[in-house]
């Protein structure tokens, strides 16, 4: 008997062009009313699988089911009810903000005035009721976002596809939109975001999946993969007069793990600050240093050997 409260489900998932695989045999699950993450680089396979659970890109191999239907056989009922914000704003620049809602809600069959007041609702809900008459080209990146988003709500969908949600926005307007999405989460809404930001993984994501090359290298909520993964503390090393390669060897037996990256050393504790002393009891002098918290940027660069913004 299948499980209904899983919304995606995926097995041996795949998606090639040509002879180019770029999502390798993946296996999800996706429960209601969770926020699920796929965490990567570009070029992970984030976005490709994005597309086919948004049923824009049909899989080339696996198992693939969307609200316990079959993207090949039932596209246009499963689009009929996902929400879905690309990783583009394309929105109608030649529209008004309500406009672009009220528009799009006519897709989907939802009568005039039904698409009307959830206009309304929705442009409260995203802060914008007072650009509702203005046009869509001289708003703000993060109020092209927010309206994206609102937009992708219309429908009232069962699922929200978010594409890296925030990518490009000043640090002020990610914040904002990470408080919309916060609040669709509260009520129940079930989001599925790619992002390689890993700060936004740590806010949004219940779960997710760390994607590199198309492949799973890890899955779990973000704090049991940051305890499974990495120490609870990083002390980040930077030197002026030695290259960090040449300095790794000089920091042997403090800490768990000794990463050198090119413009840094990072060590890995259980207390940062007794690695610190013990790093300036070997006579060593670095030009600055940090002590803070183990984040999914340091999962990834143990999984993988580099960090997500290579």
Known sequence: MAD?????????????????????????????????????????????????????????????????????????????????????????????????????????????????????????????????????????????????????????????????PTTGLDPQARHLVWERL????????????TTHYMDEAEQLCDRLVVMDGGRIVAEGSPRALIERYSTREVVELRFTTERPADVVGKLDGIGQRVEALPDRVLLYVDDGDEAVAQVHARALTPASVLVRRSTLEDVFLHLTGRTLVD
């Open 4 to 164: 209904e409260t899983i919304l995606i489900r995926a097995r041996g998932l795949l998606k090639r062009f040509g002879d180019f695989v770029v999502v390798n045999g993946i296996d999800v699950d996706v429960r209601a009313g969770e926020a699920f993450g796929f965490l990567g680089p570009n070029g992970a396979g984030k976005s490709s699988t994005m597309r086919m659970i948004g049923c824009v890109s049909p899989p080339s191999g696996g198992e693939l089911r969307i609200l316990g239907m079959d993207p090949r056989r039932d596209g246009p009922a499963i689009r009929a009810r996902l929400g879905v914000c690309p990783q583009t704003d394309n929105l109608d620049a030649e529209l008004t903000v309500q406009e672009n809602l009220t528009t799009y809600a006519r897709y989907f069959g939802i009568p005039r005035r039904v698409a009307r007041q959830r206009a309304t609702e929705l442009l409260e809900f995203v802060q914008l009721t007072e650009r509702a008459d203005s046009r869509v080209e001289p708003l703000s990146g993060g109020m092209k976002r927010r309206l994206t988003i609102a937009r992708a709500l219309v429908n009232e969908p069962d699922i929200v596809l978010l594409d890296e």
């Open 182 to 193: 916060f609040q669709l989460k509260q009520r129940g809404v079930t989001l599925v975001l």
